[in-house]
């Protein structure tokens, strides 16, 4: 039987069952299962001490940079229609025949533009992007900020750099205009995001790499709780060497790869991997994951035995703990 308080009104009620499907996503799952202890010690189901361990997410990260071939076709990075209309883009992956030879995680990777919120770039485009961002939605917006979740020195700081740019090459910020806006708001099959083509055939790599599982990794109850006496979550991520390693082994293979096809060179620096990947990853996914919610807090560090780790505690709005 299912028990459901409604404090609001001050009752209760039974809801009985064969069977009860719990359905709340992965994070809000597992902090219910854990915080059922007048049923079991644990939390249903966690006999074992396993339920919340082994927590996973993709690994991200701009990592290294590659320079096209004059005779590789460009075009094919860009956006494309698929048969049903939507917007997509192809993705560079090992080649599974070699991924199975040689035991590696899976991994993907797509050319990015540079970074929108730092001026260096020189682009009209990505300035004016940059500076029109609250007009963006929400899901794309963040990214247009640097990566520790601030405008930091490439932000609103240097606003003038930006439109310097703008003032620059005008022409080319005009040409674009017509094309995104109505692709990107008009269209009923909207574009998803910017990316241009760069006349000088370099790309920045961003990847998206499996993570192998750590069970110091985990879901578990933080000591506060919400305004309904629920225990808030706390993320305890965890990133250990082992899925550094994997990533710095793709990237070998892909560097080997554009190497011998002649489609161009991709080069890169192993020992920015592990930084890139923490930053970049703990930055994506340490945002509301749900309308509503709001983050309480989170920290990245490096930690000698077990690499790179974040911490956060999550609380959603309906369950605002009370002002004190």
């Known amino acids: 039987a299912l028990r459901v308080l409604d404090r609001q009104r001050q009752s209760e009620r039974r809801l ?3 069977q009860i499907v719990l359905a709340c996503g992965g994070i809000e799952t597992t902090r219910l299962l854990l915080a059922s202890r007048s049923v079991a010690e644990r ?6 001490d396993h339920l919340g361990r082994h927590y996973m997410t993709h690994v991200m990260g ?7 071939a004059p005779g590789a076709e460009q075009a094919k990075l860009d956006y494309r229609r698929t048969r049903d209309g939507v917007y997509g883009r192809s993705l560079i992956r090992i080649a599974e025949a070699r991924r199975l030879r040689d035991d590696l ?6 050319p990015t533009v540079p970074p929108v919120w730092d001026p260096a770039h020189g682009s009209a485009i990505l300035s004016a992007v940059h500076l029109a961002k609250e007009l963006l939605p929400k899901e794309y917006s963040w990214r247009l900020v640097a990566r520790d979740g601030s405008a930091g020195a490439f932000g609103w700081t240097l606003p003038m750099r930006h439109a310097a740019n703008i003032l620059h090459h005008p022409v080319d910020l005009a040409r674009f205009l017509p094309q995104i806006v109505g692709k990107r708001f008009l269209a009923a099959r909207k574009l998803p995001s910017v990316f241009l083509l760069n006349p000088g055939r370099r790309y920045r790599m961003e990847i998206n790499a499996e993570q192998m599982p750590d069970p110091e990794s985990r879901i ?3 000591e506060a ?16 060497d082992a899925t550094v390693e994997g990533v710095r082994r793709n990237l070998a293979v892909l560097a080997e790869s554009f190497r011998l096809s002649g489609h161009g060179q991709f080069a890169y620096d192993p020992d920015l991997v592990a930084d890139s990947l923490a930053s970049q990853t703990a930055t ?5 994951a749900w309308p509503g919610a709001r983050r309480r807090g989170w920290w990245t560090r490096r930690e000698r035995s077990s690499g790179w780790r974040t911490c956060m505690s999550w609380a959603p709005r309906s369950f605002r703990p009370p002002a004190r």
């Open 105 to 110: 995680p899976n991994a993907v990777w797509r």
């Open 62 to 68: 701009d990592i290294g940079e590659l320079v096209l």
């Open 225 to 240: 709780r919400d305004r309904y006496g629920m225990p808030l979550i706390r993320l305890d991520w965890r990133m250990d």
């Open 284 to 288: 994506t996914w340490a945002r509301p």
């Open 16 to 18: 009985v069952a064969r």
């Open 43 to 48: 939390g249903i189901g966690n006999h074992s």
């Open 220 to 222: 578990a109850l933080a």
